[in-house]
């Protein structure tokens, strides 16, 4: 059911919303749900407009396809070898780590528990892991970013999320510690701009 609405959401996005995010270029483009479905509108367009709209749209297309903004994946992703732990992140304010210095306001977030003090019904690390994959698959956070399962070991799960609209990606991790009981850490990042409210993420994540 929840991938049948994100396809839902996806036909009937509003380029506006993205439009201070990209810039003026997408000025005079204003494809919504209400002009789409507007018939008296779309006839007052005139043939000239709709192709030059066309234009900007497959423009932005191709940019998007020359900048590559998915990006590559960095190379010291997983679990550090010589401190156990997942990476730090770099100085730009899109990514967010349970390995950062708590006093690290920018880029530190809280490890969260799967069994913490107020639920009844302790489960084990696998069961654990199991309810995340579950989540991850088959609901669509609410910036609507695609997920990707790209990774998973006995203790360790890489999610790939990629936007809709311009293919950017960004990093997901999730380390359940095997040196700490039901203690999870995690650490999400954008690999290009800073599209992202990385805590709103894993928090609506992390609360289902």
Known sequence: MALMAFSSTICKFNIHIIKHKIGPFFHDV????????DKNSTKQIKRRELILRSGKLATIGSIVSVLNLSGEKPDYLGVQKNQLSLALCPATNN??????????IMHYAPPW???????KDRVSKQEAIEELLDVIET??????????????????????????????????????RPDRDSVVEYRSASRFGDFTSHCFRINFITML
């Open 95 to 104: 990514c967010i780590s349970t390995s950062e210095n708590v006093a690290d």
């Open 113 to 119: 528990s799967y069994n913490p003090e107020d639920r």
């Open 30 to 37: 204003k494809l919504s749900d209400q002009n789409l479905g």
């Open 139 to 176: 609901t669509i956070p609410p910036e609507n970013f695609i997920p990707r399962i790209v990774e998973r070991t006995e203790d360790y799960i890489r999610v790939e999320y990629e936007s809709p609209i311009l293919g950017l990606v960004d990093d997901v991790e999730f380390w359940f």
